[in-house]
């Protein structure tokens, strides 16, 4: 009943929306500002040697010479218009920013220089140092994912258990409630002195950090489901199996997908620091590796690479909820 | 002729007769015994339909749970086509005041829940799961969620849900309690229909003395809590039954009295 409302007050609001005339010169405003920076790059003389300034001013040309046809073609361009029309402003901001940093920094360097390096210079460690960049970056991604399928994995059976069997529960949750809340990153040192390689540590880490909040949350929405959904099957002939497979992990699954998305933003903590303090790869030691040479632009284009695979990750994660609990459309927004 | 007596003969076969003895039942409550039930007798023939009726919170929906096997009861028998009662079994069903659907599940696949804990074949089941929704009226919104259900439509499910696999035994606990008026009325015809259909054996527990007298063909009225009974009344008016039928409004006004209601 609410959902059907929310669902009718969603679509009244976006009609509402798209009667509002979006005025057809955003886009092209926003061309222009690319337009004036990469001219303002190209014009004013800098206090510094940056080789890749040509290449940044060429790329923010493109973007608006780009933007310039895409915005007079205006409604024609269907839903890629309308997307574009939506995130014109957001566009025009970047370009505002990049002017502004471009200006306090390469040309009248108002800000100390090794600390706070030009766009063009984090532009040059993307164009040239992208081998050591890429790499560490799937090194990072491998060691995630193996880690957070080890914790997510054992998390989820082990919640499911304690939630479904009493014996299970008896022993399980005093462990939990004492060893759980102490973060990860406290078992490092002990980690990396019992684990024979320092891989295989921060797998147990990342695994660690992922798996406690989703053995917990498990645990709670099994707990949770409805006892007349178990009266129901059991009535209807269904075994012990049946009950833990069919109707308590559905049941649980809303409160599952929470726990994967904290024991997510957990492992990526995790993962930074073990990559700092044992790793010998990964992003977090690329940050690591770069602060020591007083490499500031490769530090920025790393925390860059890490947001876009976090934030990329998180997306992903949605999508899987979204497709696996379709049923709940209409039901929750979150 | 001899086909169709037949028919009605095998059709009665149907519905398991119900042997309620001495049931006496208590909940824990911190420690302390809470009696709901003392010494009910109750003793229902196949294919009958008999209602309990009795104040809010009296003990009937205990007794439905106890016959559906769901708990043992502390003290008595229960038997149900001469076995004994020693946990649920899918052909005996009840159907709850709250529809219960799984909101992960379309109406379809709520419907296949007993088919597939019984481990039904799947080319079987569809079959079977098709002439349930059609039986009420739901073939149109197999696939809908239950979110997107009325009441007396996920109501409708239910049932479906317990009728796929052919119970022998129904127990409706107050299934139309949370239904409005109208909808309330038109789920009556259909349950009385339905068991005109199928023949099972029906126990409604419901505090709508008008809806007992409807649909029930004996009466039961049992005394607040811990339940016992007080009258048991044959309603012998033929189907399909008026609310303003003489007999049934004096049957109204003495189950009133028992109840205490009427002085």
């Keep these: ?334 | 002729m001899v086909a169709a007596t037949l028919q009605r003969h095998t059709d009665q076969a149907r519905g398991a007769s119900l042997h309620a003895e001495a049931v006496s039942h208590a909940f824990d409550i911190r420690g302390a015994p809470l009696p709901v039930l003392d010494q009910v007798s109750v003793t229902v023939a196949p294919g009958g339909f008999v209602a309990l009726l009795g104040p809010s919170g009296c003990g009937k929906s205990t007794l439905l749970r106890l016959v559906a096997g769901l708990e043992p009861p502390d003290q008595g028998v229960i038997t149900v086509g001469g076995q004994l009662v020693e946990g649920p079994d899918p052909s005996r069903l009840l159907v709850f005041q709250d529809p219960t659907l799984y909101p992960w599940r379309t109406v379809r696949g709520n419907v296949a829940l007993g088919l597939e804990a019984q481990g039904v074949g799947r080319a079987d089941r569809a079959a079977r799961i098709d002439r349930a929704l059609g039986l009420v009226g739901l073939s149109a919104f197999a696939d809908a969620y239950p979110h997107q259900l009325s009441g007396g439509m996920a109501q409708r499910a239910a049932l479906a849900r317990a009728l796929v696999n052919e119970p022998r035994l129904l127990l409706l606990d107050e299934p139309l309690g949370k239904l409005d008026a109208l909808t309330r009325l038109a789920m009556q015809a259909e349950i009385l229909r339905l068991w005109q259909e199928k023949r099972f054996t029906a126990v409604l527990v419901t505090h709508d003395v008008e809806e007992a007298l409807i649909l029930a063909e004996r009466v039961i009225v049992l005394s607040d809590r811990p339940a016992a009974i007080r009258a048991e009344l044959p309603v012998e008016a033929p189907y399909p039954r008026h609310r303003d039928d003489p007999d049934l409004v004096r049957l109204r006004r003495t189950i009133l009295e028992i109840l205490g209601q009427v002085t």
């Design chain 1, 1 to 334: 009943m609410s959902g059907s409302i929310t669902a009718v007050t969603a679509a009244r609001v976006a009609a509402a929306r798209a009667h509002v005339p979006v005025p057809p010169w955003r886009v092209l405003a926003a061309g222009t500002v690319w337009l004036a920076l990469a001219g303002l790059t190209l014009a004013l003389p800098e206090t510094g040697d940056f080789p890749r300034t040509a290449a940044f001013a060429h790329g923010a040309a493109v973007i608006g010479l780009g933007l310039l046809p895409l915005g007079l073609l205006g409604a024609r361009l269907g839903g890629f218009g309308a997307r574009l029309q939506h995130w014109s402003p957001w566009l025009a901001a970047l370009a505002i920013a990049l002017v502004a940093w471009e200006v306090v920094t390469a040309k009248f360097c108002l800000l100390p220089m090794p600390f706070f390096p030009p766009p063009q210079a984090i532009l040059e460690v993307f164009l040239d140092d992208w081998p050591r960049l890429g790499g560490s970056t799937l090194n990072s991604l491998i060691l995630l994912a193996g880690g957070y399928a080890i914790g997510a994995g054992f998390g989820f059976v082990l919640g499911v258990a304690i939630g479904t069997s009493k014996a299970v529960g008896y022993w399980a949750h005093p462990v939990l409630r004492f060893v759980g809340p102490l973060p990860a990153t406290a078992w490092l040192p002990l980690a990396f002195f019992v684990f024979p390689t320092s891989w295989s540590a921060s797998t147990f880490l990342v695994a660690l950090a992922t798996g406690f909040p989703v053995t917990v949350l498990t645990w709670s929405g099994v707990a949770g489901a409805n006892k007349a959904y178990f009266d129901v099957a059991r009535t209807l002939g269904a075994s012990p199996s049946f009950l833990v497979l069919r109707v308590a992990v559905p049941a649980a699954l809303p409160h599952v997908f929470v726990g994967l998305f904290m024991g997510l933003g957990g492992s990526f903590a995790v993962l930074v620091v073990a990559e700092m303090l044992g790793v010998k790869s990964g992003l977090g030691w690329y940050l690591q590796w770069a602060q020591g040479w007083a490499a500031y632009a490769n530090m920025y284009a790393a925390l860059i690479v890490m947001a876009l695979m976090c934030s990329s990750l998180i997306t992903l994660l949605f999508r899987l909820r979204d497709r696996l609990l379709a049923w709940q459309k209409g039901l929750v927004q979150w």
